[in-house]
């Protein structure tokens, strides 16, 4: 089963500074939802152990989260790949950073999932609801994590 | 005594289930018995790059984790599948080439320790783009086996008939009609999933196997051949089975794997897939892409018939055909129909895909042809504008045309095709449903009436066309009868519900006049019971059944000679009549079978062999060919695309009835199978090959809730090659009904312009093609 999103968020911060945050692994680890447990393996990449629910697919998947910063364009690419229970989830994720004024930045982001084995059963709706919510706090935490 | 043939008894083994007390696989636990566990593969075509262990391994209570890489050091990584076309791989080495392929095997003190391990088995793998669909398949883009010398992914061209006759004369008819129809993957999903419990015991040099297997003597001698244990030294035991639709007719990776770990650990392993497994890995049944033409007069009378399939196989080429057949009995597609002239090919491809293609209660492949050809007869009828039930009698093979040769090359035994039809439509009511039609199309109510007038062939052998690993299809059996009048019945058959343990005391109970009650039958455990094919392809009845009969007649032979040894005259003297050996000419003197039974050990005649126990191999002379014309009413809910049944009738021909209430029950079983395909099920893999019905909450299996009220009735026409002139009845309400429910659903769609939806009839297919419809008007 193959999804992608697009969407766009503001960060109440100017742009160096969300492209410092963004660039730590060990921050970026610290705004996922639902992580058990996380291990900084490189300077832009870490592990994560993250409880998934998913219909009857329930349990712990592992990823492998890589960054992959272009300075020069504005742009992280982000790579993600896991799995557990049988599943596996790939996903590529992009995202474009423009200041939207001093003290804030506009990113635009793209994502596109591959999800194979039992977790690709549940159904489009069920994974897109799942991926929204994952995204919504993500972006939550980042947003909390720089106003302060 | 009285007749046991055509009495409506209980069946004998329905205690034991209706009370908690068959003994399945499940139920078997030995001491020291170990677990085993599979790792699946989440990708449909992937390389593999590296399995490490060692996390599995360190957890307390694995005891070995086995690979593919494993098996092949032990030569045991390659199987031949049955027919003997192609081999299968145990464990996906070097290549994954279907989503859920077993990768390696956990074994392990407890299930749960084992499942633990699985998770920690770590598998590294490249993805390889997959190939989804036979018609990709086709192109060679992607060639999926790099274990085949040849480089493509085409299997098989199969075919059967006159293609130039046909063609000319589909060419010269005056009215033509072609669809392309689809037989969809679906499931037998039994509700006992597969399991084996593997026990080698090292002191005695044997491997007992309890499996849960439709076939265990076959079973038997397919891995003595495979791993070179000498077949003495393997004994099965297929313990109770929880059906089987053919699903328990191929040997499974988990087999396999629970096997070779048994044999290296030397205590017993068990392994029991779960449902998911089941549904994901083991053989699935058609995915048949069938275009169908059929030329015709303007009155209605066929001139030819064309099929060409394009088969999805799957990734190993595992369909449980004989081995002449790789595509089965598909030759059967001509179906009740007197086709001057017909063709048939099939071709077949690997996809990324599950193997499989077994009979799903059908032998070999005959559900397929089936549904083609009266699902082409009814649209055949729409362009003609001709009532379909009149169509079909214009076209029927005459009963004065028996034995009827069919020009794809079987001999139909008998039949009354007509006066089957005739029973069926006057016991609906068909002229007044159709008038009823008539006034609800006027306001515009969707109601239809589908009709299926099915033949299909069962019963193999004969041996000299069948086999299996070179088996000849003969079955099997074993009569033995005890002092007091008792007796034990084994045969090579292994049933799964079926109620053998009932028909087969019946058959042999008024063979011989003995009380079917005190005839113990007993089947599955190969140390005992006489060699067997096994129980699938509706062969039974037909060939277990008959061998029966002829085992008993041995044993009526014999007793003859006690009987006249008893009353003191002449063996020429004795006849067997009203079930007891009597003196012909003298009224009142006779000996039942149970005083000639007690002589036999006590008393038998000088220079005779004491005991009174018979032996038969029956090597089928041909085939039985049972039909039927089932007929349903349907409700279309305009609004949500909502198919209510609201009449199934089943009128069937399955030659001389054992059990009827055995039969009826078959009937039941089979036609809600044939709902469930009709309405539900279907194997589904997304573009990426997915496989997206995993479990039951998305493979809908239907429940009482969903299922119809059946009618059924009968017409006998026995068969006249048989014994006792028995056809088999498992098959045909699967075989016959899918096609009636379709017939009746576009029946209902017909105002609408709708000329075929191909399985499952959704809801949503349903509402969706009425929505189109509407916007086209």
């Given at each position: 089963m193959n999804l992608s999103w697009d969407g766009e968020e503001n960060i109440p911060a100017a742009k160096a500074t969300v492209w410092t945050f963004i660039n730590d692994p060990a921050k970026i680890a610290g705004c996922?939802?639902?992580?058990e447990s996380t291990a900084i393996t490189g300077s832009s990449s870490f592990d994560a152990v993250v409880r998934v629910s998913l219909g009857p697919v329930r349990g712990k998947f592992k990823f492998k989260v890589s960054l992959a910063p272009q300075a020069d364009r504005n742009r992280m690419d982000l790579k993600v790949s896991g799995g557990g229970l049988g599943s596996v989830v790939d996903l590529a994720a992009g995202a474009d950073l423009a200041p939207a004024g001093e003290n804030a930045t506009t990113l635009k982001w793209h994502g596109d999932a591959s999800i194979r084995g039992p977790?690709?059963?549940?159904?489009g709706r069920v994974l897109d609801a799942q991926a929204h919510r994952v995204i919504g706090t993500t972006f939550e935490n980042v947003k909390k994590a720089l106003s302060v | 005594m009285t007749a046991s043939i055509g009495v409506a008894m209980?069946?004998?083994?329905d205690p034991r289930f209706i009370r908690g007390r068959g003994r399945y696989l499940d139920d078997i636990v030995l001491p020291n018995m170990l677990y085993l566990a599979l790792v699946h593969s989440p990708y449909p075509h992937a390389r593999i790059k590296s399995i490490d262990k060692s996390k599995a391994l360190a957890l307390?209570?694995?005891?070995a984790v086995i690979t593919g890489e494993d098996l092949d050091a032990a030569k045991l990584e390659w199987l031949p599948t049955f027919h003997g076309y192609d081999k299968q791989m145990v464990l996906a080495f070097g290549?994954?080439?279907?989503?859920?392929?077993?990768?390696a095997g956990v074994v392990a003190t407890s299930r749960e320790i084992a499942e633990d391990g699985v998770e920690l088995v770590e598998v590294e793998y490249e993805p390889l783009d997959p190939v989804v669909n036979p018609f990709q398949s086709k192109?060679?883009?992607?060639?999926?086996?790099?274990?085949?010398?040849?480089?493509?992914n085409h299997i098989y061209h199969w075919e059967v008939g006159d293609k130039e006759k046909t063609a000319a004369a589909l060419d010269s008819s005056a009215v033509r009609i072609k669809e392309r129809i689809l037989s969809p993957r679906c499931?037998?999903?039994?509700?006992e999933p597969c399991g084996i419990v593997a026990d080698m015991n090292k002191a005695t040099g044997r491997l007992t196997v309890y499996m849960t297997s439709q076939a265990p003597h076959v079973h038997r001698t397919a891995f003595s051949l495979v791993?070179?244990?000498?077949?003495?030294?393997i004994h099965f035991i297929s313990p109770d089975?929880?059906?089987?639709?053919?699903?328990?007719?191929p040997v499974y990776p988990g087999y396999v794997v629970a096997t070779v770990a048994s044999v290296i650990i030397g205590v017993p392993v068990k392994w029991v897939e779960t449902r998911t497994e089941n549904l994901t890995t083991t053989g699935f049944a058609r995915d048949y892409h069938m275009d169908v033409e059929i030329g015709a007069t303007?009155?209605?009378?066929?001139?030819a018939l064309k099929v060409s399939t394009t088969a999805d196989h799957g990734?190993?080429?595992?369909?449980?055909?004989?081995r002449k057949y790789p595509a089965g009995l598909?030759?059967?597609?001509?179906?009740s129909y007197d086709f001057p002239t017909a063709f048939a090919e099939v071709d077949a491809y690997f996809t990324n895909k599950a193997p499989g293609g077994i009979a799903y209660r059908c032998s070999f492949r005959v559900t397929e042809a089936s549904y083609a050809i009266e699902r082409s007869m009814d649209i055949l009828a729409r362009k003609l504008d001709m009532d379909p039930a009149e169509l079909r009698r214009r076209n029927f093979?005459?009963?004065?045309?028996?034995p009827y040769s069919s020009p794809l090359g079987f001999v139909y035994d008998s039949g009354d095709y007509e006066a089957t039809l005739r029973k069926a439509l006057d016991k609906i009511g068909y002229d007044s449903l159709r008038k009823e039609q008539a006034e609800k199309r006027k306001r515009g109510e969707l109601m239809g009436i589908g009709i299926s007038t099915f033949t299909e062939v069962v019963g193999a052998g004969p041996g000299k066309h069948f086999d299996i690993l070179g088996i000849k299809m003969f079955d099997s059996a074993e009569i033995r009868i005890h002092p007091t009048g008792s007796g034990i019945v084994r045969a090579g058959t292994r049933h799964q519900g079926q109620g053998h343990e009932t028909t087969y005391a019946q058959i042999v109970g008024e063979e011989l006049g003995l009380d079917p009650q005190e005839l113990l039958v007993e089947e599955g455990d190969t140390d005992t019971a006489p060699y067997g094919l096994g129980t699938?392809?509706?062969?039974s009845t037909p060939v277990a059944g008959a061998a029966l009969a002829m085992a008993a007649r041995r044993i009526r032979e014999k007793a003859k000679k006690i009987a006249a040894h008893l009353m003191e005259v002449?063996?020429?003297?004795v006849e067997w009549s009203d079930y007891k050996f009597n003196v012909k000419?003298?009224?009142?003197k006779s000996v039942t079978m149970k005083d000639v039974a007690f002589a036999a050990y006590?008393?038998?005649?000088?220079a005779t062999e004491p005991g009174l126990e018979a032996t038969y191999y029956y090597d089928p002379p041909n085939m039985t060919f049972p039909n039927g014309a089932y007929v349903a009413v349907v409700d279309v809910d305009?609004?949500?695309?909502h198919v209510q049944v609201r009449r199934f009738l089943a009128v069937d021909?399955?030659?001389?009835?054992?059990n009827p209430m055995i039969v009826e029950g078959q009937i039941h079983g089979g036609l809600t199978e044939g709902f469930a395909m009709a309405f539900m099920q279907q194997i589904v893999y997304d573009?990426?090959?997915?496989?997206?019905?995993?479990?039951f909450t998305d493979y809908l299996v239907p429940t009482a809730l969903e299922t119809p009220h059946w009618e059924t009735d009968r017409t006998v026409t026995p068969s006249p090659h048989h014994p006792i002139g028995a056809k088999g009845v498992g098959e045909s309400p699967n075989v016959g009904s899918p096609q009636a429910f379709v017939n009746a659903v576009m029946d209902a769609l017909a105002p609408l312009g709708v000329t075929h939806l191909d399985m499952p009839l959704t809801r949503e297919k349903v509402w969706r093609a009425i929505r189109e419809a509407e916007a086209k008007t």
């Open positions: 996922l939802p639902d992580v977790a690709a059963t549940v159904g | 209980k069946r004998k083994e307390p209570g694995v005891k290549k994954a080439l279907y989503q859920y392929q077993e990768v192109e060679d883009k992607i060639i999926l086996r790099d274990d085949r010398e040849s480089k493509t499931h037998p999903a039994p509700l791993t070179g244990i000498p077949e003495d030294k089975v929880g059906g089987g639709f053919g699903n328990k007719v303007n009155d209605g009378r066929v001139t990734a190993f080429d595992a369909a449980a055909d004989p598909f030759g059967i597609v001509t179906g093979v005459a009963k004065d045309k028996f699938y392809a509706s062969r002449s063996e020429a003297d000419g003298i009224p009142g006590t008393n038998p005649p000088p305009r609004d949500t695309g021909d399955c030659g001389v009835v054992v573009d990426a090959g997915n496989h997206l019905n995993t479990n």
